[in-house]
């Protein structure tokens, strides 16, 4: 008898080269749990083009197209209609890209396949900066992290400006689902790609993966940080379905900001009154999001 | 007609044998575990097969009739993040020097 709360196939191989304790890689082997064997995937440059290891490697069961830095919505388009054009409609074709590649240089061609209404998932795994590159700023990165593109140092140059809310742009195009996911909540993750299986057209999702290099984390706390991130609120859970927000988790204990930086290298120069500031930000966004669930909720007259 | 084919990459990544970066060793301590598999749940290699129950002698008979975890020392890269998450604290990573002692 097994003891499993999520689906016991794996289509993603060991042997891989992600560093360890890495959630890009928990991101890519749940995400392939849910979608199964009739899965595409492309990818475009990150540390995933590198994790299956060097030509002729490869690391998962189902076919994987490399594509250009800043093309995977385009890319996704493509395979989707080619495969149309052959009169092949049950296969999922989805985009897996880290944030850069989606937040910054992607976002056009996103925005593109989005608009047109492509039917597609688009999985942007969130390790909060460019990490195969070396740990540079991306618009994702967080307020208050250190990237080596936002040094501390004398200067502290520390990163000053929010991080970017895909989410919402997303939402704004009217997409039929987006929601946010966490490698800590695999469950909540495969029930969401559950539920984008059924819904025809663009499918976003904005997965939280740790990066143990990049973070300055210790890798087995990988998981751990992940879960403070969703318990302390500054990465809610939450999904849009069709305008209407819905929070698929509710934080059970009180975790502070400040218990989720303790893990972490990258905040470590911040000063009290620092923290206090992002606490006082992550607080108010978290109000804004249970007024939207219910607004939205109201509006839409959902019960 | 077909001078530049299309690059096929076809090996799958299990003929490179990652248990050889690994520093700590996880270790399961099978008299203790509950086979909640999650630290199955959260390998990120993944690294840790389900093995019939019968295979590990269980805390008790009812454990004994759930399926078991199996690190596959081939590919852990010793992460710890099994030991980390594991409920019931019943696995120790053991440094790999001492373990070659
Ligand atoms: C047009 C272009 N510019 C720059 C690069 C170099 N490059 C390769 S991967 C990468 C960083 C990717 O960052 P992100 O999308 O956040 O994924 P991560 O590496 O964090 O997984 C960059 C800048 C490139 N391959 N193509
Ligand atoms: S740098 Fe970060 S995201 Fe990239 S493989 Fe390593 S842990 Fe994963
Ligand atoms: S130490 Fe890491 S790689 Fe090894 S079995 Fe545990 S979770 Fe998997």
Redesign the pocket.
Known sequence: MKNLTIPEEEYMLPGH?????????LAMRYALKALGKNTIITIPAC?WA??PGVYPSRALEVPLLYTAFEVTGAAVSGIREALSAKGIEDVNVVGFA?DGGTADIGIQSLSGAVERGEDIFYIMYD?EAY??TGIQRSSSTPKGAWTTTTQVGKIRDWKKEKKKNMVEIMAAHGIPYTATASIAFPEDFIKKLEKGKKIKGPKFYQVF??????WLVSPNKSVEVARLAVESKIFPLYEVENGVYNITYMPKKEVKVKDYFALQGRFRHLTEDEIREIQNDVDEAWRILVEKEKWSKSLMKVQ | MNDFPTPIATVPSTGNKTGGWRTFRPVILYDKCIRCMICWKFCPEPAIKIVSAEKYTAKNAAIGKLDAPEIDYDYCKGCGICANECPVKCIEMVFEEKLEE
Do not use: W
């Open positions: 080269t992600a560093c360890l304790g890495c959630g890009a890689t540390c590198v994790i880290g390790n990490m195969n993966s740790t990066c143990p290099t990049g």
